[in-house]
């Protein structure tokens, strides 16, 4: 007898069977009916950004795991850490001298992480470090990111090179996770601890993205005279008391 497939299984089997047109479609069907959940169930929407930080660390978690337990980077993309960690240490800077308050201490635990994973890869871990592989030019986006950020930044009372490091650290998290990207697709092979990072980051940008839409809504539209649109992905999160 054959055993009855479990809901969640059968869902799953459908949806990788439909063509991308559809993925797409349900996708974004999705994406709406979390945004609505959230609003509903959410009052204070910077506990959004405060849940994407920690989701965030949470994958980081899972990199440091495999490197420690398995001994092994391949399948890592160094140049998405490299990113990762200079967008951190801009918002940091940014955190420091704008609003100091629980994103500081986030921001400081994931890049202090993520510094340790640029470690061991450039070091302890080296001979399983698929150079070849990792081909992405970081300077594609840190250049365009950097010029984006002087046209478009916040419009707050902050000085001007705080407002300009702020908007380039959205833009630059945004993209970040290219790099990882280019390397699954090098390599055809998705190893599962690489997977549930990039599966970590794309719920992080999620909350990030839903924090921002919902601000959006709350204050009518206001916050648009701050915006960030960076490959479909709208994400800013303003220092308190602005609006």
Not at 129 to 149: G, Q, R
Request: with cysteine.
């Amino acid at each position: 007898m054959k055993a009855t497939k479990r809901p969640i299984h059968a869902v799953s089997t459908w949806v990788r069977r439909q063509p991308p047109k559809i993925k797409a479609f349900l996708a974004v069907i999705s994406a709406m009916t979390a945004l609505v959940f959230l609003r509903m169930i959410v009052n204070d929407h910077d506990n959004l950004f405060v849940a994407s930080e920690a989701v965030h660390a949470i994958g980081i978690s899972v990199l440091i795991y495999k490197l420690t337990k398995e001994k092994t980077c391949a399948g890592l993309s160094l140049k998405s850490q490299e990113l990762t960690a200079l967008f951190l240490a801009v918002r940091l800077y940014c955190s420091f001298v704008m609003e100091y308050d629980i994103h500081t201490l986030l921001d400081s635990a994931t890049l202090l992480t993520t510094l340790w994973v640029i470690y061991m890869i450039r070091f302890n871990l080296k001979s399983s470090y698929m150079e070849e592989k990792d081909n992405f030019t970081i300077y594609f986006v840190v250049i365009p990111c950097a010029v984006l950020s002087l046209v478009i930044h916040p419009t707050t009372q902050h000085l001007f090179f705080n407002r300009i490091c702020w908007a380039f650290c959205v833009y630059l998290e945004a993209v970040s996770v290219l790099p990882q990207l280019r390397v699954m697709q090098n390599t055809k092979i998705v190893e599962p601890f690489t997977a549930h990072y990039v599966f970590a980051l794309g719920v992080a940008r999620f909350l990030s993205c839903a924090h921002w839409v919902l601000q959006v809504l709350d204050t009518r539209g206001r916050l648009l005279t701050a915006l960030g649109l960076v490959g479909g992905q709208l994400v800013l999160r303003l220092p308190s008391g602005v609006v």
